[in-house]
Each structure stands twice: as structure tokens, then as C-alpha cells.
């Protein structure tokens, strides 16, 4: 069997959080919509976005050695919006979209201000798979605020998230 070279669009039904990546190289700063972003190590915390190679974020990631994390909140999808449809190198966004920023603690690129959670990352590692880059960083600060509740994205789409669903089971 070869492997795919395309996934089906109806199998494609990944939900998934929006996160905001922030980077400044050389005082040229970016913000970017990315839904492949995610945990990969509890010990040490570690976290992994995916950036496309046509991003104008892909190079800036490959020349920073750190990045911000900004989980998106309820009322934030039109920064998710705003940051995944506009390219940093046609306009910079933070000032044209006026999206709230606020200065990190660590790293040299600011953090969305009003998120779900925020995470300051020292880049570890960098991977090329296919036409994405895995970056994986260390947070050297992570804060949440209880106040706000993280968004889901799907198949081009916002959600706040929903009612649970029973997970019981028979043993
Ligand atoms: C909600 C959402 C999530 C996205 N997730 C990713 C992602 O995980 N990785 C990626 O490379 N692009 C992702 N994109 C596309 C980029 O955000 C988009 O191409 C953006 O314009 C790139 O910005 P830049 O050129 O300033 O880096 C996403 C877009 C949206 C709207």
C-alpha cells in the first residue's frame, strides 16, 4: 500500500484549540493563527506548534530562539480569524487589527493580551515534517486565567466548547 498523499476532507474532523504565535526576530514582530499546536512532554513541560513552510511566521520561527503561546478565549475568534487569514509579510497585524497585546516576561515577543492561557517558549527543537516544521519549546512561564475558557476550531470554523458527553462505561 502507498501512503496517501491527501487526507479526504470528511475524514478530516480534528478539533482542535487555537493559539496565537508570537515571534520577534531583528524587531520585526508576528502574530499567527495555529490550531497544530499542542503539549508533547509533561516533564519536562514541553509544547509543539507546526509551521508551514509558506508562513511568513516559518522565517522568523527558524531564526528565534524563543516564541509566545496565547491560547485564544471565547471572545478572542476574531483574532483567530484575523491572525490566520493575513500574512505578516503584507501587513503587521498586531497594529492593523489592533490586536491586544502585552509585553511577556521572557521572551521578546509580546503575548495576547485577555487569553485563555499564556506560555513564554525557549525553542528546543526544530523538525522538519513534510511542508510543516514541528518548533518545540520549553515554557519558561505559563499562566491561565480561570476567568476565560479556552476555544475549539474545526474544519475552518470557531466553537465555543459544549456540553459534555457521558464517557461511563461497563467493566
Ligand atoms: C484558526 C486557524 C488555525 C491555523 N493553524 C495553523 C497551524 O497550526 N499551522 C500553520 O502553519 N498555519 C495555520 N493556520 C494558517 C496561518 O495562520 C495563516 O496562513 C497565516 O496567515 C500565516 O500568517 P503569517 O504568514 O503571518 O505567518 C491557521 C489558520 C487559522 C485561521
Not at 26 to 44: F, H, I, R, T
Not at 45 to 58: D, Q, S, W
Not at 149 to 160: D, E
Request: proline share 5%.
Amino acid at each position: 500500500m502507498q501512503p496517501l498523499t491527501q487526507i479526504d476532507r470528511e475524514a478530516w474532523r480534528f478539533v482542535n484549540s487555537v493559539s496565537i504565535i508570537t515571534v520577534a526576530v531583528d524587531g520585526v514582530v508576528n502574530a499567527m493563527s495555529a490550531e497544530w499546536c499542542a503539549p508533547v512532554s509533561l516533564k519536562p513541560p514541553l509544547i509543539g506548534v507546526f509551521v508551514g513552510e509558506e508562513r511568513f511566521t516559518r522565517g522568523l520561527i527558524e531564526r528565534a530562539s524563543t516564541f509566545g503561546v496565547s491560547l485564544l478565549a471565547e471572545d478572542q475568534a476574531w483574532i483567530g480569524r484575523a491572525c490566520g487569514r493575513h500574512s505578516g509579510g503584507a501587513v503587521d497585524k498586531i497594529g492593523a487589527f489592533q490586536i491586544p497585546t502585552e509585553p511577556a516576561q521572557f521572551i521578546d515577543a509580546p503575548l495576547i493580551a485577555g487569553a485563555a492561557a499564556q506560555f513564554e517558549c525557549r525553542v528546543l527543537d526544530r523538525r522538519v515534517y513534510g511542508s510543516h516544521m514541528l518548533i518545540v519549546g520549553e515554557p519558561l512561564r505559563a499562566v491561565g486565567n480561570p476567568a476565560k475558557r479556552a476555544i475549539a476550531y474545526s474544519r475552518g470554523r470557531f466553537y465555543r466548547l459544549g456540553e459534555e458527553v457521558d464517557a461511563s462505561y461497563q467493566v
